[in-house]
Each structure stands twice: as structure tokens, then as C-alpha cells.
């Protein structure tokens, strides 16, 4: 069976139907520390409560299913990890070494865990950023995933785990919001373009930064997870992206089909964090070693986005 933990999140809800769709729904168990609001979630397949923090909750999981992989997504992302940075530690971190000791002790054969944009930081070259360079990442959330990087190459490198990891960008989906991030203005924009036809930015109008629509972040992830072993050549994170975009270029394209569509900018703290964070990135090592390849550009997505709100919404 294959077990996603955090599949209420923005990211998981989203696998876990993908995964039931490859997989079957009863091989796929989905877990988080809440029941899932999703009807989609709970109608489809197995679902557990579990608290990453509380090893018994997974030996427990252990006596009822034999786990063959495990996606690992539950954390606290970069806005709300500065509120509560030594909780967001704790749960990025602990979590982690219990899921991954979890996983040695259950002989799981693969383990998905994601990284971020946010593992680099003011120094770090902000245009096409390189797979390898600088990185000094000032959010709980960004050392949280730089430090994580290190352990999934420790216990590759040291135990023989088959654990995989992307550096995602910015997310945008439509079938779940987000919790928490700082590039989540690019999915709040959607719904109040519809809701409201205005919105009200808490980033400046110039904040650049690399983003993908969730089919593509989805057909990523599962690339990397069906890529034989011998194609996966790094082991800490690939840099994985799409396009990069500002909120002043996000509105022109929801104003093709919203031309009265307006925007207001209201930057607030998640400003510093966008400013760390790189432009764009360089995700030529995904490309050679697996074959990467994005498909959505900023107005498919745009299309995609809005028509799918309009049908969910009614
Ligand atoms: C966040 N959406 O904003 C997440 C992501 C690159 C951004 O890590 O925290």
C-alpha cells in the first residue's frame, strides 16, 4: 500500500486522488493529523489520523497495512512557520526523522519527501538558480528544508533509503487552498477574481517567482518516483520548475477573460520572505537525469484555473 501523510494539505489532496487513480483507491491510505473537509478525500479510500509526531500513531498504521511507499508532506510552510518558528521546526524536523526511521524499520521500498524554493535565500544568485550554489535560507521553513535535504541524503547515502525529493516553486491549484504560504496569493487571486472581481495583494507588484500549476507539480512528483534508481543522480532535492511570474502578470492574464478584474497592493511581512527567495530557476539536472518536462504556461493555467473555480464553484 502507499501512504501519503498530509493528504489534506494543498499538495496532498491532490496526489492522494492521483495515486488512487494509478494505484487503486484501497492501496492508497491517506493520513493527516484532521479529518479531510474534501468529500473526494474521505469517499475514495482508506483514511487515518496521525500525529508525524507521535511514532506509535505509524507502528500502529503498521499492524494494518504493509506500506510499499510513503509520501511524506505534512509541514508548516514559510508564513506560518515565522509565527510559531520552534513548533515549525519540531514538526518539519521530528517528523521527518520519524517518518524516515518509520520507513527503514517497515523496509519501505521508496519514500517521496518535498523541498522548496525557499532552501535559498538573500545570497543565493536569484536568476536561474543552479541546482548547486549558495544557500542561506532566513524562514524556519526554508532551514527546516535545507536541513531535511541533508538527513534524506544522509539516509540514502548511509542506510540505502530510496528517498526522493523535489524543490517545488510556488503551487497553484484549484481543488485545495493552501495553508500558510507566501506564494499563495497566486491561488487567493483566482478565487476573489471570481468572488469579487478585485484583490487585494500582500505582495508588491513587482515580486517575481517561480510557480507551477498543480497537474504539473503532480507529473513531476510521480516522474521522479517511476524513474528507475540508476536516473535519480541527486539525492539532497532537484530544483523542478515552470514558469515565473508577478502579481502584476498574473492579473493581465485573468483580465483576458476578466477585463474589469482589478488588483490593489498591500505588501505585508511575506514581502521579506518573497524577496529571499529566488526569480527563477535552473532545473536542467530534473531534465537530463529523468526527463522532466513542465506543459502548463501562465495563461493555460490561467484558463485551466478559472474554468475549473466557475464548475466547482457552482
Ligand atoms: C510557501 N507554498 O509559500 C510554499 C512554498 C516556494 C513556496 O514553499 O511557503
Given at each position: 500500500?502507499?501512504l501519503?501523510?498530509?493528504a489534506?494539505?494543498?499538495l496532498?489532496?491532490?496526489?492522494t486522488?492521483e495515486?488512487?487513480?494509478?494505484?487503486?483507491?484501497?492501496n492508497?491510505?491517506a493520513?493527516?493529523?484532521?479529518?479531510?473537509?474534501?468529500a473526494e478525500l474521505?469517499?475514495?479510500?482508506?483514511?487515518?489520523?496521525?500525529?508525524?509526531l507521535?511514532?506509535?500513531?505509524?507502528?500502529d498504521l503498521?499492524?494494518?497495512y504493509?506500506?510499499?511507499?510513503?509520501?511524506?508532506l505534512a509541514?508548516?510552510?514559510?508564513?506560518?512557520g515565522?509565527?510559531?518558528?520552534?513548533?515549525?521546526?519540531?514538526l518539519?524536523?521530528?517528523?521527518?526523522?520519524?517518518?524516515l526511521?518509520?520507513a527503514?524499520?517497515?523496509?519501505?521500498?521508496?519514500?517521496?519527501?518535498?523541498?522548496?524554493?525557499?532552501?535559498?535565500g538573500p545570497?543565493t544568485p536569484?536568476?536561474n538558480?543552479?541546482?548547486?550554489?549558495?544557500?542561506d535560507?532566513?524562514?524556519v521553513?526554508?532551514?527546516?528544508?535545507?536541513?531535511?535535504?541533508r538527513?534524506?541524503?544522509?539516509?540514502?547515502?548511509?542506510?540505502?533509503?530510496?528517498?526522493?525529493s523535489?524543490?517545488?516553486?510556488?503551487?497553484?491549484g484549484y481543488?485545495?487552498?493552501p495553508?500558510?504560504?507566501t506564494?499563495d496569493y497566486?491561488?487567493?487571486?483566482?478565487?476573489q477574481a471570481l468572488?469579487?472581481?478585485t484583490?487585494k495583494?500582500?505582495?508588491?507588484?513587482?515580486?517575481r517567482?517561480?510557480?507551477?500549476?498543480?497537474?504539473?507539480?503532480?507529473k513531476?512528483?510521480l516522474?521522479?518516483?517511476?524513474a528507475?534508481l540508476?536516473?535519480v543522480?541527486v539525492?539532497?532535492?532537484?530544483?523542478l520548475?515552470?514558469?515565473s511570474?508577478t502579481?502584476?502578470?498574473i492579473?493581465?492574464?485573468?483580465?483576458?477573460h476578466?477585463p474589469?478584474?482589478?488588483?490593489t497592493y498591500?505588501?505585508?511581512?511575506r514581502?521579506?520572505?518573497?524577496d529571499?527567495?529566488p526569480?527563477?530557476?535552473?532545473?536542467s539536472?530534473?531534465?537530463?537525469?529523468w526527463?522532466w518536462?513542465p506543459?502548463?504556461?501562465?495563461?493555460t493555467m490561467?484558463d485551466?484555473m478559472?474554468?475549473n473555480?466557475k464548475?466547482?464553484?457552482n
Amino acid at each position: 500500500a502507499i501512504l501519503v501523510i498530509g493528504a489534506c494539505g494543498q499538495l496532498g489532496s491532490e496526489l492522494t486522488l492521483e495515486l488512487r487513480k494509478l494505484y487503486g483507491n484501497a492501496n492508497v491510505v491517506a493520513a493527516d493529523i484532521q479529518y479531510p473537509k474534501q468529500a473526494e478525500l474521505r469517499e475514495t479510500g482508506p483514511f487515518e489520523i496521525v500525529d508525524v509526531l507521535t511514532p506509535q500513531h505509524l507502528a500502529d498504521l503498521a499492524a494494518k497495512y504493509k506500506f510499499d511507499q510513503i509520501y511524506h508532506l505534512a509541514a508548516i510552510l514559510s508564513a506560518t512557520g515565522e509565527k510559531n518558528p520552534k513548533f515549525a521546526w519540531r514538526l518539519n524536523m521530528d517528523g521527518l526523522f520519524n517518518v524516515l526511521d518509520f520507513a527503514l524499520e517497515q523496509k519501505v521500498e521508496k519514500v517521496y519527501w518535498p523541498s522548496s524554493i525557499a532552501v535559498f535565500g538573500p545570497n543565493t544568485p536569484r536568476q536561474n538558480t543552479p541546482q548547486d550554489t549558495i544557500m542561506d535560507p532566513n524562514t524556519v521553513y526554508g532551514i527546516s528544508k535545507q536541513a531535511g535535504e541533508r538527513w534524506c541524503e544522509y539516509y540514502f547515502l548511509k542506510y540505502g533509503l530510496d528517498v526522493r525529493s523535489l524543490r517545488y516553486p510556488g503551487l497553484i491549484g484549484y481543488k485545495a487552498l493552501p495553508g500558510g504560504g507566501t506564494t499563495d496569493y497566486a491561488v487567493d487571486i483566482y478565487h476573489q477574481a471570481l468572488a469579487k472581481g478585485t484583490y487585494k495583494c500582500f505582495l508588491s507588484e513587482n515580486t517575481r517567482l517561480p510557480m507551477m500549476y498543480m497537474p504539473d507539480a503532480l507529473k513531476g512528483t510521480l516522474d521522479l518516483m517511476h524513474a528507475p534508481l540508476e536516473q535519480v543522480k541527486v539525492r539532497s532535492s532537484y530544483n523542478l520548475a515552470a514558469m515565473s511570474f508577478t502579481p502584476q502578470e498574473i492579473t493581465a492574464s485573468i483580465q483576458r477573460h476578466y477585463p474589469d478584474f482589478t488588483i490593489t497592493y498591500e505588501p505585508d511581512g511575506r514581502q521579506q520572505i518573497a524577496d529571499s527567495w529566488p526569480q527563477s530557476i535552473n532545473d536542467s539536472a530534473a531534465r537530463q537525469d529523468w526527463g522532466w518536462q513542465p506543459s502548463f504556461t501562465l495563461d493555460t493555467m490561467t484558463d485551466d484555473m478559472l474554468l475549473n473555480l466557475k464548475r466547482t464553484n457552482n
